[in-house]
Nanobody, 121 residues
Framework: QVQLVESGGGVVQPGGSLRLSCAASGVIFSINDMGWYRQAPGKQRELVAAVTRGGNTNYDDPVKGRFTISRDNAKNTVYLQMNSLKPEDTAVYYC???????????????WGQGTQVTVSS
């Protein structure tokens, strides 16, 4: 059993900042990519940012230059620093990790419970 526990969401004014954290725990052999997705009402879930096991990152265009993803492999934790937040960033943010639970297991996606980020004046 693998659990991803998120924290750090909240309500902020435009231009504000939040830092999301997501810690993976349980039966874990290895974690490859980790990432953050978001889903606003009436919209599809979209990838916000991802980071590989080696630390390579990629970002969705709307957040480039404002968000930073990072990870601490020793803690099985991924972070998303969100600066210069805009109302259009309002969404439920979900942590994702590709996890193998044993040496013979394939990697599969696990998801956090979601944390609400609301940007409003």
């Amino acid at each position: 059993q693998v659990q991803l526990v998120e924290s750090g969401g909240g309500v902020v004014q435009p231009g504000g900042s939040l830092r999301l954290s997501c810690a993976a725990s349980g039966v874990i052999f290895s974690i490859n990519d980790m990432g953050w997705y978001r889903q606003a009402p009436g919209k599809q879930r979209e990838l916000v940012a991802a980071v590989t096991r080696g630390g390579n990152t990629n970002y969705d265009d709307p957040v480039k230059g404002r968000f930073t993803i990072s990870r601490d492999n020793a803690k099985n934790t991924v972070y998303l620093q969100m600066n210069s937040l805009k109302p259009e960033d309002t969404a439920v943010y979900y942590c994702n990790a590709r996890v193998a639970v044993s040496i013979i297991a394939t990697f599969r996606d696990y998801w956090g419970q979601g944390t609400q980020v609301t940007v409003s004046s």
